[in-house]
């Protein structure tokens, strides 16, 4: 016989029927990185100037002539996009922050340019320490 | 009697640069992002964020006037235009570093 038998249980509380009674209790808020992520998961899929001024890993194959030129450039669309949804934190950011929130986002997909130009068959070595 | 040197021929890149930084300088936006001589004062967080943003403004100047002469800016690689750009500067004794060294007086 278990010990509780005869003790009803509590009924839980009923789901929220809409959104916005869900409330967060968990109070993180999302990083610069994270509203940067989203940004560049939406324009990696339908802008492809925005991804071709990602893909140099040297300077000669830069679309603008430097690496530090095409990572302004996709700042500017990140910036511009960020206005276009009304992501207020970004759209009212400087440049080279987003620029350095973009090379965050890229290091988690192994995607940064420094990350491929270290890459041979899928698999990444050492740079020589040379800043490279 | 000295003359001084003047090249026969279309103007060099760095002087359809400098034409249109001419044309640029009353436009207030693009004064600011060539003002600051340290990276905490760039309009854009850095000082190269600024060079570029400057020279997307030259950039787009040149497409707008629809002048044959300005074509090569007009078609130009931002990290070639920012670098002309320093060199239009330099000619007016306006580059961040020799304002730097002038001990900023203006920042």
Redesign the interface.
Known sequence: MSRNSNVSLREAPPLPEKIEDWERHIKAERTLNDLVEDIHRILVNEDPKYRSYLRATY?AH?????L??DN??A??IIREKAKEIGSNEVAEE????I?LALGVVLRRYNASRKQRRNTVGGQQVPSEGNGD | MSKSFRPIGPPSFNDQVESIHILLWENERYRTLLKALY?EL?????L??DD??A??MIREKALEMCDLEMRDVGTA????I?KALGVVLRRYWASRKQRRRSGGADQ
């Not at chain 1, 830069?62 to 430097?66: L, N, V």
């Not at chain 2, 760039?42 to 850095?46: F, L, P, V």
């Open positions: 300077d830069a679309i603008e002539g430097s530090a030129a302004v450039l700042a500017m400087k440049l080279a922050i620029n | 990276n760039a309009i854009e967080g850095s190269a964020a570029f943003a020279a997307t690689k931002l990290a070639d920012s």
